[in-house]
T-cell receptor
Framework: RKEVEQDPGPFNVPEGATVAFNCTYSNSASQSFFWYRQDCRKEPKLLMSVYSSGNEDGRFTAQLNRASQYISLLIRDSKLSDSATYLC?????????FGTGTRLKVLA | NAGVTQTPKFQVLKTGQSMTLQCAQDMNHNSMYWYRQDPGMGLRLIYYSASEGTTDKGEVPNGYNVSRLNKREFSLRLESAAPSQTSVYFCASNRPGEQYFGPGTRLTVT
């Protein structure tokens, strides 16, 4: 079993749609959780951290369920500029473990 | 404030050649990392350095060596390049809660 698993997609959604991505992780001792965004042939950049209480940043909402070892990202009112690959990342001490990413394409 | 810089941006090597990928950060971060990214594989950790003077193996260290030259610089060396090392290499530095990545080096080994 991979340490961090994501549905690779692609998710093709129309502008304005709501889309949700899920991620599971295998190590219950994992300490911190993140979503990163990666545009084609570019470096990953932090989108948001994920907290047990859930957190929201504009159109983006992230949730963590430690009991189920599950992380989610919800994007509301999708924009063309949201088209990218979204990476689920789990931190264990000094290590950051990346999922393979979920591709999102927002269609006009 | 340039963040994390990497050189070169692109490189083509022949099998058996050696090269060093350079990485530098100007954010005064203690931790630095080298990853490779291959299609369908995600980012895989090659080596990391928790602080100046220390380095540790990651998930895929074979065929690579690293040097943490000082707090700013962390280099990755391929002693004898193989086609399996064709990849995109990212360097990153870290403060608690966030990794900052360089723009990547696209390496092809023929």
């Amino acid at each position: 079993r991979k340490e961090v698993e994501q549905d690779p997609g692609p998710f093709n959604v129309p502008e304005g749609a709501t889309v949700a991505f899920n991620c599971t992780y295998s190590n219950s001792a994992s300490q911190s959780f993140f979503w990163y965004r990666q545009d084609c042939r570019k470096e990953p950049k932090l989108l948001m951290s994920v907290y047990s209480s859930g957190n929201e940043d504009g159109r983006f909402t992230a949730q963590l369920n430690r009991a189920s070892q599950y992380i989610s990202l919800l994007i509301r009112d999708s924009k063309l500029s949201d088209s990218a690959t979204y990476l689920c990342v789990v931190n264990e001490a000094y290590k950051y473990i990346f999922g393979t990413g979920t591709r999102l394409k927002v269609l006009a | 404030n340039a963040g994390v810089t990497q050189t070169p941006k692109f490189q083509v090597l022949k099998t058996g050649q050696s090269m060093t990928l350079q990485c530098a950060q100007d954010m005064n971060h203690n931790s630095m990392y080298w990853y490779r990214q291959d299609p369908g594989m995600g980012l895989r950790l090659i080596y990391y350095s928790a602080s100046e003077g220390t380095t540790d193996k990651g998930e895929v260290p074979n065929g690579y060596n690293v040097s943490r030259l000082n707090k700013r610089e962390f280099s990755l060396r391929l002693e004898s390049a193989a086609p399996s090392q064709t990849s995109v290499y990212f360097c990153a530095s870290n403060r608690p809660g966030e990794q900052y990545f360089g723009p990547g080096t696209r390496l092809t080994v023929t």
